[in-house]
T-cell receptor, first 114, second 111 residues
Framework: ETGVTQTPRHLVMGMTNKKSLKCEQH?????MYWYKQSAKKPLELMFVYNFKEQTENNSVPSRFSPECPNSSHLFLHLHTLQPEDSALYLCASSQEAGSIAEAFFGQGTRLTVV | KNEVEQSPQNLTAQEGEFITINCSYSVGISALHWLQQHPGGGIVSLFMLSSGKKKHGRLIATINIQEKHSSLHITASHPRDSAVYICAVKYSGGGADGLTFGKGTHLIIQP
């Protein structure tokens, strides 16, 4: 248990569906991240939020829409996804973005797009 | 392109063996992380290094800044050490997150 909780753990969705991934941390961290991990590829950073403000969008398609209502919660809204979007989506948090402090990762959401 | 190379990609060993996983990177960094990912998917941070050596239990991590190389060692390996070990670096002058990840080393320790 790292203190970062992601729900759901598994998600199967059709290409026309709309779903959301949720991430929650009560570690007092101010930075939260979304990462994508595809098979046989390194982790890819998608979004960074620092003090609730989006500070980085790593050229992610608009069918992925992040939301950070407060420093403890982060969402990833999904719509009209493609099969190649199937991957493990990991949330992480750290004290602040830009610091080299340790990051804490969630268990991930295994997403399958059919 | 700044890349992080890990070797080996896959490693199977017997319980009790001494394990070494290597990580090389291409330009100057401010920090290097070793992460462990179990089959369930969750990732745990093992070490963060900017110089020298760190030890935690049976795990030892070293970094050579001049050679742009880091190693993760596991002594007296155990089946519960089976996991994917990921090296990630923060390049000097990187962005808000700035972590570049290796593809990981898949380690299996057989009883």
């Amino acid at each position: 248990e790292t203190g970062v909780t992601q729900t759901p753990r598994h998600l199967v969705m059709g290409m026309t569906n709309k779903k959301s991934l949720k991430c929650e941390q009560h570690l007092g961290h101010n930075a939260m991240y979304w990462y994508k991990q595809s098979a046989k590829k390194p982790l890819e950073l998608m979004f960074v939020y620092n003090f609730k403000e989006q500070t980085e969008n790593n050229s992610v398609p608009s069918r992925f829409s992040p939301e950070c209502p407060n420093s403890s919660h982060l969402f990833l809204h999904l719509h009209t996804l493609q099969p190649e979007d199937s991957a493990l989506y990991l949330c992480a948090s750290s004290q602040e973005a830009g610091s080299i402090a340790e990051a804490f990762f969630g268990q991930g959401t295994r997403l399958t797009v059919v | 392109k700044n890349e992080v190379e890990q070797s080996p990609q896959n490693l199977t060993a017997q319980e009790g063996e001494f394990i070494t996983i290597n990580c090389s990177y291409s330009v100057g960094i401010s920090a290097l992380h070793w992460l462990q990912q179990h089959p369930g998917g969750g990732i745990v941070s093992l070490f963060m290094l900017s110089s020298g050596k760190k030890k935690h239990g049976r795990l030892i991590a070293t970094i050579n800044i001049q050679e742009k190389h880091s190693s993760l060692h596991i002594t007296a390996s155990h089946p519960r050490d089976s996991a994917v070990y990921i090296c990630a670096v923060k390049y000097s002058g990187g962005g808000a997150d700035g972590l570049t990840f290796g593809k990981g080393t898949h380690l299996i320790i057989q009883p």
